[in-house]
């Protein structure tokens, strides 16, 4: 049973373009959710979080949004860069406990 | 400050071989977690410490996975006999609390 779940396993955006990437929970007890962002051969890295009692929080060219009643949070990237190209893996817990991630979408930004 | 070091970098070994992974977390974190990631289930929690004792092992796929945490600088991750499917990126993580983790470059296992 998967309990957070991205969608779309990849995405292709233009360079200056906005990407958005998505992730829909099941767990209506998440409280606080991550992005991480993964280069090849690389360890995933934190990249921005929201808790649960905001809908957005902005971080740069990073903003990630939260939607509470839709069980959704998106990340957005404007604008997207080549440099941006990556694996983005959205994860959620609460109250401390573990992570629970979801299964990543892989970016492509085009120059 | 160096970040989470795992060893080695990759490892090919053939069906029914031990494999032995390491991992030197964050001086000063209290949790480590063990994760898995393949292309179907993307990142998977294998098991987790706090304060070197295991406090979640549900994640591991059979008895034919261990960790060890002996002190609080290095972990172990022990599959033995490896299979082909056990072929993924296994990577250590660490963290002073459960939410924001710290992740090492990761091991890569090819078991043939």
């Known amino acids: 049973d998967q309990q957070v779940k991205q969608n779309s396993p990849s995405l292709s955006v233009q360079e200056g373009r906005i990407s958005i990437l998505n992730c829909d929970y099941t767990n209506s007890m998440f409280d606080y959710f991550l992005w991480y962002k993964k280069y090849p051969a690389e360890g995933p890295t934190f990249l921005i979080s929201?808790?649960?009692?905001?809908d957005k929080n902005e971080d740069g060219r990073f903003t990630v949004f939260l939607n509470k009643s839709a069980k959704h949070l998106s990340l957005h990237i404007v604008p997207s860069q080549p440099g941006d190209s990556a694996v983005y893996f959205c994860a959620a817990n609460n109250a401390g406990n573990m992570l629970t991630f979801g299964g990543g979408t892989r970016l492509m930004v085009k120059p | 400050d160096a970040g989470v070091i795992q060893s080695p970098r990759h490892e090919v070994t053939e069906m029914g071989q031990e494999v032995t992974l390491r991992c030197k977390p964050i001086s000063g974190h209290d949790y480590l977690f063990w994760y898995r990631q393949t292309m179907m289930r993307g990142l998977e929690l294998l098991i987790y410490?706090?304060?070197?004792?295991?406090?979640?092992d549900s994640g591991m796929p059979e008895d034919r996975f261990s960790a060890k945490m002996p002190n609080a600088s290095f972990s172990t991750l022990k599959i033995q006999p490896s299979e082909p499917r056990d072929s993924a990126v296994y990577f250590c993580?660490?963290?002073?609390?459960?939410?924001?983790?710290?992740f090492g470059e990761g091991s890569r296992l090819t078991v043939l």
């Open positions: 993580a660490s963290s002073l609390q459960p939410g924001e983790l710290f």
């Open positions: 410490f706090n304060n070197n004792v295991p406090i979640d």
């Open positions: 929201i808790s649960s009692i905001k």
